[in-house]
């Protein structure tokens, strides 16, 4: 009976596997197979598979510049997020001051407000500075992270206190406890944001739909959405776009897949 359940559970996870994988699968069939075996029966195999998509996507000059783009926008607003959120955490996991607890619930609350909210505001102050058309103001709104300071600070809780009163004994400073004490202590919990600060700024859509206006300076999200057209559509080409799109995400999960585990489990997230 055992063994029949465990051949069971085994089952199931596999064909939970395979609905998963399938859509990513059909997506680089559809880029490898030409318009014309497009418009005959679907098929898992392509008879006459071809990289005319991607040679066609990537010659389109405003392609190429999208994906360094995005990859720039990317790793500095996640570089940034994870400054910001860390030294935040550090604040609220191991200092007392006035309004502490309502003021950490204050933050967390605005992860409830959802981004179309915020457009208008936003879109005046980033005028009033004068980032508008310029990635200053893709960056400047996405600078801090509550779910960021929420992640950090619950693995930084789990801290032991007594590390950072030996580390103040021999003269260290809350800056030097923050850089070799703490924080080498929560590099699962720091890698975990990591991915998932990148790959909201990888998929962003919105934001950097409404600043940046020029062909030039646009994301790959963007892009994408260039390529359907108004009557007709080229999905081979929209395909290889979005195989590329997921492509830098694959690689980061895939090695960063240990250090989410322990992350999420040692920062108490369910």
């Known amino acids: 009976m055992r063994n029949a359940k465990r051949h069971l559970l085994t089952a199931v996870l596999v064909l ?17 197979t030409s318009g014309a075996g497009l418009a005959a029966t679907p098929s898992l195999i392509p008879e006459d598979p071809s990289l005319d998509a991607y040679r066609t996507l990537f010659g389109k000059s405003t392609f190429g510049r999208a994906v360094l783009n995005s990859v720039g926008l990317a790793v500095v607003i996640t570089a940034i997020q994870i400054i910001t959120s860390a030294l935040a955490a550090y604040a609220f996991s191991r200092f007392e001051f006035p309004g502490k607890r309502l003021a950490f619930a204050a933050y967390l609350g605005t992860m409830m407000i959802p981004m179309q909210v915020l457009l208008v505001p936003l879109f005046v102050q980033m005028k009033n500075l004068g980032l508008i058309n310029n990635f200053g103001g893709v960056i400047l709104p996405s600078a801090a992270s509550a779910f960021g300071v929420f992640l950090l600070r619950q693995a930084m809780a789990s801290v032991p206190r007594e590390l950072d009163e030996a580390a103040t004994i021999d003269g260290a400073g809350h800056l030097r406890v923050f850089a070799r004490i703490v924080m080498p202590n929560v590099t699962p919990a720091i890698a975990t944001f990591g991915v998932f600060a990148f790959m909201s700024s990888w998929n962003a859509f919105l934001w950097p739909l409404v600043i940046l206006r020029q062909d030039h300076l646009k994301t790959l999200p963007l892009a994408l959405a260039s390529l359907q057209g108004q009557f007709t559509t080229q999905w081979d080409v929209m395909m290889a776009g979005s195989v590329i799109s997921i492509l830098p995400m694959l690689a980061l999960y895939i090695f960063a897949q240990r250090y989410i585990i322990q992350g999420v489990a040692g920062s108490g997230l369910k």
């Open 16 to 32: 939970g596997a395979l609905a998963m994988v399938f859509p990513f699968l059909w997506t680089v069939i559809t880029s490898l």
